[in-house]
């Protein structure tokens, strides 16, 4: 990606994730006030992960879990018994991922690109695939599109943690990095498009 490249995709994200706020503000609020009384916590779920350049910040989502004492993984499937009613309405419409508006505002993420990993995840990439990390983490992508239904592939999966290590994770960094190789302006406003629709 060319400096101006990098400028012009700023401003793009800069603009839209402000005018993104103005617009749906409103339901971004009413789904976390929502989620508090349905999961009896913050209706807005902070997490760790790692942005452009290794750099750690706070992803902002609207919460769709409850706590469950002794249930720990890094994947959630489609049969995740910590998901919320409510919560699989926020996850399924993708209303759960609008407070990431704010990170793009921010400038912690971008519309488009790989999606932000966990520490554990982005410490794997080695040599030529720490390129992922050269670009701002996006809300949607090429991979994000084709797992659109990673939850459901993984619940399928006898050892859900495993598939996610072995196939999906390499396959969304093939894509990622190919992403990144082909950037243009208009790619990343058909995967929008596509993301929407």
């Not at 609020?29 to 929502?34: H, P």
């Amino acid at each position: 990606m060319t400096r101006f490249q990098s400028i012009q995709k700023r401003a793009f994200d800069l603009v839209f994730a402000g005018v993104g706020l103005l617009l749906l503000g409103w339901l971004i609020l009413l789904a976390a006030v929502i989620s508090h009384l349905d999961t009896g916590r913050n209706g807005f779920f902070l997490q760790d992960r790692v942005g452009k350049d290794g750099r750690l910040f706070k992803i902002i989502k609207i919460r769709s879990m409850r706590r469950m004492e002794g249930y720990y993984t890094d994947v959630t499937t489609d049969d995740d018994p910590r998901v919320t009613k409510i919560g699989r309405f926020w996850r399924k419409t993708k209303i759960d991922e609008l407070p990431q508006l704010w990170n793009v505002f921010k400038g912690d993420m971008s519309f488009v690109g790989p999606r932000p990993d966990i520490s554990g995840f982005a410490d794997c990439l080695k040599g030529r695939d720490r390129l992922l990390l050269s670009v701002r983490p996006g809300i949607t992508g090429p991979a994000t599109l084709k797992f659109k239904d990673e939850e459901q592939i993984l619940a399928r999966q006898p050892d859900p943690e495993k598939y996610n290590r072995e196939i999906i994770w390499p396959e969304k960094v093939r894509l990622n990095l190919e992403y990144i190789d082909r950037y243009t302006l208009w790619n990343d406003l058909k995967y929008i498009f596509k993301t929407i629709h």
